[in-house]
């Protein structure tokens, strides 16, 4: 198996590098969801809990991936759940923006 | 008589939070050289007999001692733990009276962001603004808040990384959404 090979098919090394990659994202929303609650609680911007719930989103989006890859969760309802979930994401950020207060 | 060494924990630990008004629990751990517990048990024993009062900011709970500090205090400690409006306060102590571009210049962060904290800062009766011909200047908003008296307080209030990383969070956002209220 030549290099390229490892990253062209499903191998356990490119496996337990997708899975690694979900629990270090999920981690780091978790970080990114206290660090936001924590400027809430300092300033009571209320953009910020857009920032909160996007975060959240993100890391519930990456631990299900996560989970995806491990036990088998496919159907109909997560395949419109996830790409809606992403689609929320952006639009949090967006509001978070636009919005005045 | 010699006094047993939990009682002289106890003594430690109130003139610690005397020394050095809104401490909280690691700080006192650390400088004390105490265990957590140890720090945990006297300090609610005191605050149960009412020598210390606390408030929790964030994810820490400050220690006062009872009746030194007021509200208005407390508030301008809270400020001090925090990156941006602890800057401002400096820089209106250091300069006197700085206008609005003196603060974006010496901070070096957005317009909108220093409006929103400086506002911020207003609302928490601590600072005015003046205006003065098309300039806005700043100042303490009184003589109760010495100047002197926040420079002691400064030496032992500074913001934590993690403080830093959320006020930058705050910024981020503001700066994004060029919020100039």
Redesign the interface.
């Known amino acids: 198996m030549n290099i390229l090979d490892i990253f062209t098919s499903e191998t356990p090394i490119i496996e337990l590098i997708e899975s690694i990659l979900y629990i270090v994202g999920t981690i780091f929303a978790g970080i990114l969801i206290a660090?936001?609650i924590?400027?809430y609680?300092?300033?009571h911007?209320q953009?910020?809990l857009y920032?909160i719930v996007a975060f959240l989103l993100f890391g519930i989006f990456l631990f299900y991936e996560f989970l995806e890859h491990s036990i088998p969760l496919d159907n109909a309802f997560t395949d419109i759940v996830i790409p809606s979930m992403g689609v929320s994401i952006l639009v949090l950020f967006f509001l978070?923006?636009?919005?005045?207060k | 008589m010699r006094k047993s060494p939990l009682n002289s924990n106890k003594e430690r630990i109130l003139r610690f939070i005397q020394n050095n008004p809104g401490c909280y629990l690691r700080q006192i751990r650390n400088e004390l050289d105490l265990s957590m517990g140890s720090v945990q048990y006297h300090s609610y024993q005191l605050q149960k007999v009412g020598k210390i009062t606390s408030t929790r900011q964030g994810l820490y709970k400050l220690h006062f001692q009872s009746g030194t500090f007021q509200d208005h205090e407390k508030t301008l400690l809270q400020v001090l733990n925090q990156e941006t409006p602890r800057e401002i306060i400096l820089l209106i102590i250091e300069q006197g009276n700085p206008t609005q571009t003196d603060v974006v210049k010496r901070l070096g962060i957005s317009a909108p962001s220093i409006n929103w904290h400086v506002r911020r800062l207003i609302d928490l009766n601590l600072i005015d603004e003046v205006r003065d011909g098309k300039y806005k200047r700043y100042k303490l908003r009184d003589d109760s808040i010495d100047s002197k008296y926040i420079e002691e307080l400064l030496k032992t209030h500074h913001p934590n990384l993690w403080n830093k990383w959320s006020n930058r969070l705050v910024e981020t956002f503001l700066s994004l959404s060029n919020e100039d209220k």
């Not at chain 1, 978070?96 to 005045?100: E, G, S």
């Open positions: 660090l936001s924590s400027a609680r300092n300033t911007l953009k910020l920032a978070a923006i636009v919005n005045k």
